[in-house]
Each structure stands twice: as structure tokens, then as C-alpha cells.
């Protein structure tokens, strides 16, 4: 980031991960923040800002959120990044010593590292093209050669395990701390960008000159807009004053405004009611529903229905009596400690009000499907009325749940008997009317208030909190430890308000020809893919036209939205999200509302093509199909991805990558069912699809022989058709990024704009750009959060994003000399773009 209600898929981007449909494997698709990912059909993370668009299309992005953090909602994100913009060490113990001997440091690396490296390789049969050229010795080519050296493990053989080669040294130095679930790349500039906000916002406002006065009036009310937001968020000594009041104040209201019964029967007016208000503030109950682009007719909005209600990630967890008991402890717990203060009853056996929570869930689950069944727009695209949803699901009114979200003094127009609702997993909601006529009034009461407690718990005082740890911790959710205060605030900043706070981002790391320089990149990749299309003999020759034609009709963002950099646009935009100072747990609530709404309003408007599903300083990329458009932002155009100051073979090793992967989601084989304008439509033909389908299955057989290891220690294998997608976007992604450069090579100045790095003695600049590829993926994962992505998550692990792609490159074998049967280049080749 990724990450809307908490339904199942956060503002469409959240649904699918980035850089790809992501190219990040930040987390699982249920994941917390980052970037915005689309959230299929799974319940979003606690304290993730409304997710706004639930519809069967989800965003492909890099990867998904990076959930390195306590929390899911500290991800807001906008997979931020890590410290402020100083002098970039490669040696992290270095940053208190003296300059002359950092740069001594750095020298004997330099010149020793060659020596090893060169040994390595002759040992191993590899050769490079050698050249004659003088390597660059500016400061930025010298610390970034120490870098790369440095993260390189010189005793594994590459044609074995090119990750370990890469990343050995990485992996080594960069054990994962107690206040994190995973450390990798993608978090360190997470970080960094972070670092960038901090600076920022703990700072006075300063006027900016280049603006008219009435922008710069503006610009101060953005600017303490969120500041404000930031500043009541790290206000500790406030927020533990105020205890558990602000939830229980809540829940107070929840109990008295919707009773929802005294006998064994349900009331289904009185319940539906209470679930539209907890959806209105992001609280996961029974099902999720936003508003999004019509994948038939992408012009229009509509409303969408997607299964949801879950507290564990995924329905997996309920058949495991551990969870479940974690869990049961969990709200046993949150309940002892809330709900006297709530529903005063010194009676109650808390542990069984805590089992009742849990059969209403575990009931869920069971007419709930997996995320690999998830996968295919066109099975999650079917058209209902509310009549015929009525007919479908008769307990639930619908009708008064629309008019409860949809009020008729704004929506009379719009929402009526023939309004066309999109209910994503029709068997889910078929089988809630019979789920829902066993519960008993009080367990859905209690069930909602623990969605409250759940998605509001991190906001209020510590003594809460801690009374969720344990659950978080073993489903990945969160680390050992707390994160700082400012890391986890600035990710909800980001999260509810990155667009507003996305000028002071730009304005510090942006600057210069860096966008058009980043263009120019996509724009090469993009000409490698539609040269490629005429030499892939399994496309007819309507499919590939069609298949050109889409590629050529791309549309890129780079950077950030023009609004970002329009005050008095933003400030419009954002008047209705109230923020004030030292009143955090009403802040939050204003946002979340406010993010909900606006996105309801949608359905009385036009789609809005100039959206980004992203924050500026997201590091993360997407796809959105619908649109037809990949969108990279400013947080991800940053070192180590992307430098004007590194040779080219470097940026297309790693933001080339990047950039290759989305582009390649638009082919893959949820991207591949959508046209050159973003329509959900049969555009194949029969006999190319069936050797699309053949291909495809070689990559679900590859991947699903890989393996991670669950937290018991025992192998876990990757489900091969959850992350089909993803793979296919990795394996294209790398391949177009090398095509794409050395187009780029030949261009006029090509020779000046890729240097030799120094310290890289043997090695051809092929073979550092897969090297440059290969260290984007380094990362440390607990086995908690690596077992909940498995489940959820369309990304392969890191590891086997590497291994994957590059055992199927008939290019990375000729590079690196693999005889054919080592580990990195079997006989067997999956390959389809």
C-alpha cells in the first residue's frame, strides 16, 4: 500500500493487492491497509479506514498491504515507508562513525567483495561479458554497489537458490524485531516515506510562496487538518485519560437505538438496522456492501454485495480449535471489561456470551467461500434486484437496510425495485436467511458489539488494547511489541487522509524530472509487451489484435493525483471530514464516516476517472481493470526502486519489475476477461482461451509444489490457483523488464545512463539487473503472518516470487550459465506471456 467498510474489499485497490493486480506480497488480500487494495470477499482488518468499493473486480497491485506493524490499520496503508530523506547507508552500523571512516568502510567492501565474488563464480561455472569500460565512481554509484554487495551471500551457488544469492546477506543482517511481523524492501521505504510525513507534521506550518493567496489559505486548513488528526493520535496522556469511555459511550448507543429483542426470535428489522449502523462506521457485521464501477458498464457506479463478518482472517481459522479458543478468550475478555459499563449485569458468564459470538461466526464461515474460489470476476458479477435478492435471501429486509445506508432526501432516485445490485457470492447469501433464523437475539447483539469492540479496540486506552493481543499476534495481525506511537499514527494519517497530507510527501521527494523519467520506463515495458504479442504462437490472430489493442490503449499514472497539489480542491473535498485537536477517538469516527459516505454518494455520481485508489506516499502499484490504467505512486518511485542517479539496469531490475508485473496483470487471468475500455466481457476466443487455461495450469502446478512454514513448523504449501495471477504477473513482469531495457540500451544515451557499478568485477549488467530483481523480495516473515497470507493473500512469499519467476526465464539461465537441470533452470518451463 494495501485495505473502506470493512467488507471485503477496501476501496477497490485494497481488494487485490498492488503492483499487479499487486505486485507486493505485503499481506493477504484481507490484509489491513496499503496501498488500497481491494478486498475481495474476506473481512477487513480492524481499524482500517472504510473500505469503499466491495465489487467482483479487485485492484492488482505488487503486493499487498505490508502489515509489518502491530496493527492492520497501521497499514492504512499507503505501505509507507521508512526514515527521512538523509544520506542512504548501506551499513547501518556505520551511522554513528565518523565520514572518513564510513567511507573506509565502504572501500575495503569494494575491493574485497570483487575478489570473493569473482572467486564464487569461476568456482560455479559463471561468467559474465567482461568489460573494459571504467566503472562509476560518483558517491550514489559507490553506496549503492555497497548496498547490493552487501545484501549478496557469495557461498551459494545462484544457479541453485539465486534468492539466497541475493538476499543471503540481507536476510542475515536483518533479523525481524519484536515490533514487527515482517521486515523486507518494501517496509524499509515504507519507513522511510513515513519519516518524510513525520518531519512534516511535527512541524510548524510553513507558508508556501508559489501560491496565490486564497491556495494558501487553503493550504493551511489542509495542512492543520491533518496535523490534527496526527498530533490527537500520538496524544497518549489524552487517550488513556479518556479509558474505555469513548467505545462504551458507543456501545451504549448501539444497545439503546437497536434492541434487538428479548425472546428466542429474531428480529429481522430491528437487525438489519443495527448492521447498517455498524457498517456506517467500518464495523464488519454478516456481509459488507460499497458502492463501485459496474464491470459491464464501467461508466456507471453500482451497489455491491460481498460475504463478509469474519474476525479471523480467513474461514480456514474456524476449523482449527486453537484459533478458536484464542478467540473465544478474546472476546470473553474485551466483554468482562466493557460491558458492565455498557449493559450493568453482575451475573453474566462472560465465556459463554464469548461462545456465542463465536458460533454466530463459526456459522459464517461455514456457508462462506475460500479466497481461492474467489478469483473469477465473471462467478463473482451477478446481477440482482432488490426484489429478486429478496427471493434469494428472504429473512434479511433489504429493502430497509438500502433506504437505512441510502437515505430517500439523498438517494430517492437512485435506489428503487429495479436499482441492479452486484451480489458477489450468491450461495453465501442464499444460505444467511437459514444461518440467521438460529441465532438468538442476544448472541447477534453481542456478535455486533464485538465487531465494534474489534475494529475500535486500538483506538482507546492501552488496557483494552492488550486484552486483544494475543489474537492478533497468533493470526499475524500484529508483532510482540507496539510500534512506535508516530509509525502507527502516521499510517492512520496516511490511511484517512493521504490524499490531503500527500502535497507535503510530494513537495519534499518528487521534485525534478523524476515523472518523466519514470514514464519513460513504463512506456519502454509497455512497448516490449505489444512486441512480444506478435511472437506468442498460442494467441489467434483476433485475440492478439484485441490483446494489442488493449495494451496500446493503457492508461498510466505516475506520481500522484492533480488534486494533490490543488488546495483549495482538497480542502472542498475534505470539508465534511471534521478533525480537531486532542479529540482522537471522535476523529476517527468522523473519517471513517465520512470515507463511508462519500463513497455511497458515488452511486449518484459519474465515474470518477481521475481517482487514485492510492496515496501519493504508497509504496505500492496497481491495476485497475476497469479503468484500464496502471497507477505507480510517488512513495514507490524511490530508492531502491527507482533512482535518476543508478544505472538504468538497476531501475528496470526493480521498479521495471514492478511496473512489468501490473502491465502484465491486464493479461493474466482475471485481468485478461477485461477489454481495452475496462468492460467485464468474453473478448477470447474459445480456442485461445483453452490454451491460455492449459498454460496456466503449469504455473498452479509449479507454485503449489512450494512451501513455507506454518508457526507449528510444519510445511504449508502455496495455493497455486489463489496466486496464479500474481505468478503470472511476476513471471511476465520480469521478462518485460529486461526487453524493456535493453530497448532502453540502444536508445541515444544509453551507454551513458547504465554504468558499470564499481565492485562488480565479473559480473554482467544482466546479470546485476536480476540481482536488482532478486533484492526487491528480501524480507523476514514470522510464520504467523506468512501462514494467514498463504490462506488469503494472491502473492506467492517472497522467496518463491524470486524462484518462480526465474526458474521458468530461459534468459536468466543463459545470463548466469545454469546448466539445464540445476535447481534455477529445470527442463520443465511454465510460460505463457
Not at 481491494?38 to 481499524?47: K, V, Y
Not at 437459514?434 to 456478535?447: G, K, R, V
Not at 473478448?683 to 513455507?708: D, L
Request: hydrophobic letters at 35%.
Amino acid at each position: 500500500m494495501s485495505k473502506g467498510l470493512k467488507l471485503t474489499f477496501r476501496r477497490r485497490l485494497r481488494h487485490r493487492q498492488s503492483i499487479g493486480f499487486s505486485l507486493l506480497t505485503l499481506a493477504d488480500p484481507c490484509d489491513s491497509f496499503s496501498a488500497p487494495r481491494l478486498r475481495r470477499n474476506c473481512s477487513p482488518p480492524p481499524n482500517s479506514p472504510p473500505a469503499t468499493e466491495t465489487s467482483s473486480r479487485q485492484l492488482f497491485t505488487v503486493m499487498d498491504s505490508l502489515d509489518d506493524s502491530s496493527n492492520a490499520d497501521e497499514q492504512a496503508q499507503s505501505l509507507l515507508g521508512r526514515t527521512a530523506p538523509r544520506r542512504r547507508n548501506f551499513c547501518p552500523h556505520m551511522l554513528t562513525q565518523p565520514r572518513h571512516r564510513i567511507w573506509g568502510s565502504i572501500a575495503a567492501l569494494l575491493i574485497a567483495v570483487p575478489v570473493v565474488a569473482a572467486l564464487y563464480l569461476t568456482f560455479f561455472g559463471i561468467t559474465g561479458t567482461l568489460t573494459s569500460e571504467l566503472p562509476c565512481n560518483t558517491h550514489d554509484c559507490v553506496i549503492t554497489a555497497g548496498r547490493i554487495l552487501q545484501n549478496m551471500n557469495f557461498s551459494v551457488d545462484p544457479c541453485e537458490d539465486f534468492y539466497e544469492f541475493s538476499c543471503g546477506g540481507w536476510i542475515q543482517e536483518h533479523p525481524i524485531p519484536d515490533d514487527k511481523s515482517q521486515v523486507g524492501t518494501f517496509d524499509t521505504l515504507v519507513e522511510k516515506n513515513l519519516r518524510i510525513l513525520k518531519d512534516a507534521f511535527e512541524s510548524p506550518y510553513a507558508p508556501d510562496s508559489t501560491l496565490p493567496p486564497e491556495e494558501e489559505t487553503f493550504n493551511r486548513q489542509n495542512f492543520d487538518k491533518v496535523q490534527h488528526l496526527y498530533l490527537s493520535c500520538i496524544n497518549e496522556t489524552q487517550i488513556e485519560g479518556e479509558g474505555k469511555e469513548p467505545i462504551v459511550a458507543t456501545l451504549k448507543k448501539v444497545v439503546k437505538d437497536f434492541p434487538l429483542g428479548i425472546d428466542n426470535k429474531l428480529d429481522a428489522h430491528k437487525t438489519i438496522l443495527a448492521i447498517a449502523a455498524a457498517h456506517d462506521v467500518n464495523a464488519a457485521a454478516l456481509f459488507g456492501m460499497s458502492v463501485g464501477q459496474d464491470d459491464k458498464d464501467p461508466d456507471h457506479n453500482v451497489i455491491m454485495f460481498a460475504q463478509s463478518g469474519l474476525s479471523l482472517p480467513s474461514k480456514e481459522y474456524y476449523d482449527n480449535a486453537q484459533y478458536i479458543k484464542t478467540l473465544t478468550d478474546a472476546i470473553a475478555k474485551s466483554f468482562s471489561f466493557i460491558l458492565p459499563d455498557v449493559t450493568p449485569d453482575n451475573t453474566v458468564d462472560w465465556e459463554s456470551l464469548a461462545k456465542g459470538v463465536v458460533n454466530v461466526e463459526s456459522e459464517l464461515a461455514k456457508i462462506s467461500l475460500p479466497s481461492s474460489e474467489l478469483t473469477d470476476p465473471s462467478k463473482l458479477y451477478n446481477a440482482y434486484t432488490i426484489p429478486t435478492l429478496k427471493a434469494k435471501s428472504p429473512f434479511i429486509p433489504w429493502d430497509s437496510y438500502l433506504l437505512a445506508r441510502f437515505p430517500p432526501s439523498h438517494f430517492s432516485d437512485v435506489i428503487n425495485d429495479s436499482t441492479r445490485l452486484i451480489v458477489t457470492v450468491p450461495t453465501f447469501f442464499g444460505n444467511l436467511s437459514s444461518t440467521l433464523s438460529n441465532i438468538s437475539p442476544q448472541d447477534m447483539q453481542n456478535y455486533i458489539l464485538w465487531h465494534y469492540i474489534y475494529n475500535y479496540a486500538d483506538h482507546t486506552a492501552k488496557s483494552l488494547k492488550d486484552l486483544l493481543n494475543e489474537l492478533k499476534e497468533k493470526t499475524g495481525q500484529k508483532a510482540k511489541l507496539e510500534p512506535p506511537r508516530w509509525r502507527t499514527c502516521l499510517g492512520r494519517t496516511d490511511a484517512f487522509l493521504g490524499e490531503v497530507a500527500g502535497r507535503w510527501f510530494v513537495t519534499r521527494v518528487f521534485g525534478g524530472d523524476s515523472k518523466k523519467a519514470a514514464s519513460s520506463t513504463v512506456e519502454y515495458i509497455r512497448q516490449a509487451f505489444v512486441q512480444r504479442l506478435p511472437r506468442i504462437d498460442w494467441l489467434d490472430k483476433i485475440t492478439r489484435e484485441r490483446a494489442i489493442e488493449k495494451a496500446n490503449s493503457l492508461i498510466k499514472k505516475i506520481g500522484y493525483a492533480n488534486i494533490v497539489m490543488q488546495p483549495k480542491a482538497l480542502a472542498e473535498k475534505y470539508r465534511d471530514a471534521a478533525v480537531y485537536p486532542d479529540k482522537y477517538f471522535e476523529n476517527i469516527l468522523s473519517v471513517t464516516k465520512w470515507h463511508i459516505h462519500e463513497n455511497l454518494k458515488d452511486i449518484i455520481k459519474p465515474v470518477d476517472r481521475a481517482r487514485w485508489e492510492m496515496t501519493p506516499a504508497t509504496v505500492n502499484a496497481y491495476y485497475n481493470p476497469t479503468m484500464n490504467e496502471i497507477v505507480f505512486p510517488a512513495g514507490i518511485l524511490q530508492p531502491p526502486f527507482y533512482s535518476i542517479k543508478d544505472p538504468q539496469y538497476l531501475n528496470y531490475g526493480a521498479i521495471g519489475m514492478v511496473v512489468g508485473h501490473e502491465l502484465t496483470h491486464a493479461f493474466d487471468n482475471m485481468g485478461r476477461q477485461y477489454d481495452s475500455h475496462g468492460r467485464l466481457v468474453d473478448w477470447w476466443t474459445n480456442a485461445t482461451q483453452r490454451e491460455f487455461s492449459k498454460r496456466a495450469g503449469c504455473f498452479i502446478e509449479q507454485y503449489s509444489q512450494y512451501t513455507v512454514l506454518d508457526p507449528d513448523g510444519k510445511p504449508q504449501p502455496i495455493d497455486g490457483t489463489l496466486t496464479l495471477g500474481e505468478n503470472l504477473a511476476d513471471n511476465g513482469g520480469a521478462t518485460r523488464a529486461l526487453e524493456a531495457w535493453r530497448m532502453d540500451l540502444e536508445a541515444p544515451g544509453g551507454a551513458q545512463r547504465n554504468p558499470m557499478l564499481p565492485g562488480f568485477d565479473g559480473f554482467s549488467k544482466e546479470q546485476i539487473f536480476y540481482i536488482s530483481f532478486a533484492q526487491v523480495w528480501c524480507g523476514n516473515t514470522r510464520p504467523e503472518l506468512a501462514l494467514r497470507r498463504l490462506r488469503t493473500d494472491p502473492h506467492s512469499p517472497n522467496k518463491y516470487r524470486v524462484i518462480g519467476a526465474l526458474v521458468n526465464s530461459v534468459e536468466f539461465a543463459q545470463v548466469y550459465s545454469c546448466p539445464v537441470g540445476s535447481a534455477m533452470n529445470p527442463e520443465k518451463k511454465c510460460l505463457i506471456w
